[in-house]
C-alpha cells in the first residue's frame, strides 16, 4: 500500500488533478477518497504512474459530488461544533 501511494498521491495532486482528502482501512482494504478534476485524465496519470510496478488489485469507483458534500461530512464528524 505504502508503494502504491508513493507512485500516485504526489503525482495526481502535483497540478491539483487529484485531491486526496481521506484514507480508510477496514479489514485488510485500504479506501483513498479522492476529489478529481477529470476522470479520464486521472486514470491516464494513474497509469502513467504505476506502469512501472506489478499490478495491483485495485477498485476504481466515480461519484459525482461537485458541492463536496462527502467531505464536509467528514469534517464535521472529526470536528464537530
Not at 487529484?18 to 479522492?34: L, M, P, Q, R, Y
Not at 466515480?62 to 464528524?77: G, I
Amino acid at each position: 500500500m505504502e508503494t502504491f501511494e508513493n507512485a500516485v498521491v504526489g503525482e495526481l495532486e502535483r497540478d491539483f488533478l487529484a485531491i486526496f482528502v481521506s484514507v480508510c482501512v477496514c479489514n485488510g482494504v485500504k479506501e483513498w477518497s479522492a476529489y478529481i478534476a477529470d476522470a479520464q485524465r486521472t486514470c491516464d496519470r494513474l497509469n502513467l504512474a504505476l506502469e512501472s510496478h506489478e499490478p495491483f488489485p485495485l477498485e476504481l469507483t466515480v461519484e459525482d459530488d461537485a458541492p463536496w458534500q462527502a467531505y464536509t461530512t467528514l469534517l464535521q464528524k472529526v470536528n464537530p461544533k
